[in-house]
T-cell receptor
């Protein structure tokens, strides 16, 4: 069975500081991995995805994530936080190209001016 | 990218009534759609997998008679919350996935049962 662990339910950074949101996964097969962002009372927007191509994945809004098989990790980073990055972030895994995603519990990112 | 449209975005209903939520894939055909439920400040929990032309597959603990799912066409899946009660109040999100790509999500429906 797949699972996702997001370390830290709440992360707070200063504007302009590095953003690091942690995600570790468990999967019995090579996984598909995703990061989504959710703003209040809205659906989820895809930030980036890993589907067995390049291990360093670049997404929208300056975010990127690196797939590290040895560490079973897929941490999300952004060099410089903006106020508009404040939102809830979800890491998700699926075991194939057409199965439902399994989500982590989410990390709320706050950005301090 | 592909678009999934969910309607309504917000609904308030009286206890004991039924509410239907629609999920449409606007620019692709989705043989499979997924319905999630999200409680405040929590993650998304998969409720069921909706299969076009066949019965939905429900996750353990989800009442199939309370949460009726119909996937009558390749672009439309509906979730009907029957005989709603206050504990059914939640944020419901649908998702559709094209093979080997990411999942696309609807805007979500905030259901409040009073």
């Amino acid at each position: 069975a797949q699972s996702v662990t997001q370390l830290g339910s709440h992360v707070s950074v200063s504007e302009g500081a590095l953003v690091l949101l942690r995600c570790n996964y468990s999967s019995s097969v090579p996984p598909y991995l995703f990061w989504y962002v959710q703003y209040p009372n809205q659906g989820l927007q895809l930030l980036l995805k890993y589907t067995s191509a390049a291990t360093l994945v670049k997404g929208i809004n300056g975010f990127e994530a690196e797939f590290k098989k040895s560490e079973t990790s897929f941490h999300l980073t952004k060099p410089s936080a903006h106020m508009s990055d404040a939102a809830e972030y979800f890491c998700a895994v699926s075991e194939s190209g057409n199965t439902p995603l399994v989500f982590g519990k989410g990390t709320r990112l706050s950005v301090i001016a | 990218g592909a678009v999934v449209s969910q309607h309504p975005s917000r609904v308030i209903c009286k206890s004991g009534t039924s509410v239907k939520i629609e999920c449409r894939s606007l620019d692709f055909q989705a043989t499979t759609m997924f319905w999630y439920r999200q409680f405040p400040k929590q993650s998304l929990m998969l409720m069921a997998t909706s299969n076009e032309g066949s019965k939905a597959t429900y996750e353990q603990g989800v009442e199939k008679d309370k949460f009726l799912i119909n996937h009558a066409s390749l672009t439309l899946s509906t979730l009907t919350v029957t005989s709603a009660h206050p504990e059914d109040s939640s944020f419901y999100i649908c998702s559709a996935r094209q093979p080997n790509t990411e999942a696309f999500f609807g805007q979500g429906t905030r259901l409040t049962v009073v």
